[in-house]
């Protein structure tokens, strides 16, 4: 077991608050990130402090099959009770409605007659058949004792066969079964689930009840099913919060507001922009443009893949032409100043014979490197989450048991490993979807780049480290024999990196979400808090203050000493520090 040092140390990097990380009152808050900057970078997250949860309240909830059924069963039996009605009738105001029990009361207490006539929730029958002893079905128009005919509310009379054979075709055509009406052309009466109950095979039945079931969550605009392949549980939403990501028990994680895999700090209209040009013709285009030209004379278009400007093209045109004017190569040699040589492309280029088709093509080449650029590195980070959700599930099936066993803890010690994994592939989300930000940043907002590329920049190096630990310097543990007394320290740095990672993530989120709002129209930062600043003294002096402070308390204690660099607490045998590796 650890020490309570050991725990100290684990739980230090925790323990400091957003007003002394981003607040821009000490220079060496852990990994010292912005202070290189700007010497008032840090009081660009000056709200930091007004944020009292870094977990918001989960504001969804995941729905089982059961837990629908029991949904849709409760609101059911709330409208049947309000409305005096069979339970029925009550489901079937509520498919109409959506689901709805607010919209069902208020439309039924405002014209219970209209709502009835629009249903199809009929008083009593439009056709009388007292006293009878046959009737005549209306499909087949055979005659039936009364034993034999059936009848919706209507009172139109048909066989068991033809009714039998009118709820199957309808069950089999989808979900429309659902607002079933009378085989009667001009009667409007609904079917419930009584006669489906009552008329319908077992296979039917099932069908008819999944459709139900599924209604309730596709028709109700609070709730959604889990768009991940092959995952069967939905989602209610409760409206009202500012993030739309959604984590399902599955595990995939999405945006409630487009359906598209969780996105944030990226907005829906980015994304959809973004993956439509990934699968888009246009940058096929812009790659045709931007690295061959056409046949002089088929206009097919042909890749220069050797050095050579003789250029042949494919049968059956095979047309011989130059590669940098486009003229026949029967007019090149000596005169035009040798076959290597086209002083005719050159004197037309200076004549501006070329200048609009050069011209299109340097842009169709710099528009093509530019989303090559974020396009590789958005394909990258989500190649690094996929193979991190995978080391995550092996680390939670396989290698937790086994260090477990090897390092003599028990698994709820080692919960450090696993966080840290779940903030390695939040990360790589997060990061990734910084790409299609850069790539989307207005032409109005150029003045902003710097600012975020910086933010980005540093983000991206405090991931690496941590995944690098995670990664790394964990397999010296799993192929360990026994105990190691580094475990600890491992443990201390691990903990640290990752809520040092996590700090800096939900700042960049919270910067991308609000517009990098504090970037003024030139490209500098600025602070509500600056003018208090210059009141009190200058910044530096400030953070002077702040850090002897931070070092006072930290350093009373004779077992930890204090990193110059990062401010981070390592226990006294240590002589680098175990979050920024510097030589104490």
């Excluded at 009737?135 to 005919?149: K, M, R």
């Excluded at 600890?488 to 989120?509: H, I, P, Q």
């Amino acid at each position: 077991m650890d020490s309570e040092d050991d725990m100290h140390d684990a739980n230090d990097m925790e323990s400091l608050d957003d007003d002394d990380f981003y607040s821009g009152d000490t220079d060496d808050a852990a990994l010292d990130y912005y202070s290189d900057y700007d010497d008032d970078a840090g009081d660009y997250f000056d709200d930091a402090d007004k944020i009292d949860s870094r977990r918001p309240e989960q504001n969804f909830t995941i729905l089982k099959d059961s837990d629908i059924h029991a949904r849709q069963e409760d609101d059911i039996s709330r409208v049947a009770a309000v409305l005096s009605l069979s339970r029925v009738f009550a489901s079937i105001l509520l498919r109409h409605y959506n689901w709805s029990v607010s919209k069902v009361h208020d439309a039924w207490f405002a014209d219970e007659e209209q709502v009835r006539k629009a249903v199809g929730l009929l008083e009593k029958p439009v056709v009388q058949n007292r006293n009878a002893r046959e009737l005549t079905c209306g499909i087949c128009f055979e005659n039936y004792p009364c034993s034999g005919i059936g009848m919706a509310s209507c009172g139109h009379p048909y066989c068991y066969s033809c009714w039998e054979g009118y709820i199957s075709t309808s069950i089999n055509d989808g979900p429309g079964c659902l607002m079933l009406r009378c085989p009667e052309p001009t009667c409007g009466a609904a079917i419930g689930q009584d006669m489906i109950d009552l008329l319908a095979c077992d296979e039917d039945k099932q069908k008819y009840t999944r459709y139900l079931l599924r209604s309730y969550i596709e028709d109700n605009k609070k709730s959604k099913w889990c768009p991940a392949p092959g995952c069967e549980y939905a989602v209610t939403y409760d409206a009202g919060g500012g993030n739309y990501d959604v984590s399902c028990l599955c595990s995939y994680s999405f945006c409630w507001n487009c359906t598209e895999e969780a996105h944030r700090p990226v907005d829906c209209g980015t994304v959809v922009k973004w993956i439509l040009k990934n699968s888009a013709e246009s940058e096929n285009m812009n790659w045709i443009l931007a690295n061959s030209k056409p046949c002089p004379k088929c206009k097919r278009p042909i890749e220069k893949n050797q050095g050579c400007m003789h250029i042949t093209c494919t049968p059956p045109c095979k047309f011989e032409f130059c590669w940098l004017c486009l003229g026949a190569w029967s007019d090149h040699g000596e005169r035009t100043g040798g076959f290597y040589a086209c002083n005719r492309y050159e004197a037309a280029k200076q004549e501006g014979v070329y200048d609009d088709t050069e011209r299109r093509r340097e842009m169709a080449k710099n528009s093509l490197e530019r989303y090559t650029h974020y396009y590789e590195r958005w394909a990258s980070n989500q190649s690094s989450r996929q193979k991190a959700l995978a080391d995550l599930h092996q680390m939670q099936t396989v290698h937790i048991e086994k260090l477990s066993d090897t390092q003599c803890q028990p698994e709820s010690q080692l919960k450090f490993i696993t966080e840290a994994w779940l903030q390695i592939v939040e990360c790589r989300r997060v990061l990734k979807w910084t790409y299609a930000y850069g790539y989307y940043l207005p032409e109005h907002e150029r003045a902003k780049k710097p600012f975020f590329e910086y933010l980005q920049g540093e983000a991206e190096s405090g991931l690496e480290r941590l995944h690098q630990c995670a990664e790394k310097e964990l397999q010296q543990f799993l192929s360990a024999e026994g105990p190691s007394k580094e475990f600890n320290d491992f443990r201390t740095k691990l903990a640290g990196l990752t809520s040092v990672t996590k700090n800096y993530f939900e700042n960049l989120v919270r910067a991308l979400e609000n517009g990098l709002a504090d970037v003024d129209g030139n490209g500098a930062t600025f602070s509500r808090a600056t003018s208090s600043k210059n009141a009190a003294g200058s910044s530096k002096g400030r953070a002077g203050r702040g850090k002897a402070a931070l070092r006072t308390s930290r350093t009373s204690d004779d077992s930890h000493w204090s990193c110059d660099h990062c401010s981070s607490m390592n226990i006294k045998s240590a002589t680098t520090c175990q979050i920024c590796n510097q030589r104490r």
